[in-house]
């Protein structure tokens, strides 16, 4: 499994990920084409939502079986910036292989070469897999609802 930067052509089958991704959150996305909007995000100057896909690895049109986007975000009162992680998506056959792993090594990379000193993001609060794999990197919750649960890894 190769994880690599997305790219405009890969536009459909991501769209085809988010859905599933949707679907396991129990919510759906307008039914409508995204590519000029993120097209814009991933591409446009400044980006303002950087991403990566999982596919075989191999030379010719693979499948994707995974995502990932996250965006820089500056907090008011200390001014500093920090990583927000949108989404990050395995298909179900890929999840406990080390590729979500692997994922996250590239988002703490990215994180430090942007200046972020730390990566949030949210969850489902009844994604138990998901808190478990969290936690196994080190991260800690900051906040817990009913619903979700907001979580926090340092890359310092």
Excluded at 52 to 78: K, Q
Aim: hydrophobic letters at 40%.
């Amino acid at each position: 499994m190769k994880i690599r930067v997305v790219r405009p052509k890969d536009f459909s089958q991501l769209r085809k990920l988010c859905d599933e991704h949707a679907a396991l959150e129990e919510v759906t996305i307008a039914d409508r084409d995204l590519s000029a909007q993120w097209n814009s995000a991933f591409f446009g100057s400044p980006a303002q939502l950087f991403g990566w896909v999982c596919d075989e690895g191999g030379n010719g049109p693979d499948p994707l079986r995974g995502y990932m986007t996250a965006s820089i975000r500056l907090w008011t009162w200390s001014a500093k910036t920090h990583l927000y992680l949108d989404c990050i998506y395995l298909q179900p056959e890929l999840r406990r292989s080390g590729i979500g792993r692997a994922m996250f090594r590239i988002l703490v990379q990215f994180a430090r070469e942007s200046g972020c000193h730390e990566i949030q993001w949210r969850t489902l609060s009844s994604n138990e897999t998901g808190i478990a794999f969290y936690r196994s990197l080190g991260a800690v919750p900051i906040t817990d609802t009913m619903q979700w649960s907001q979580w926090s890894l340092s890359v310092d």
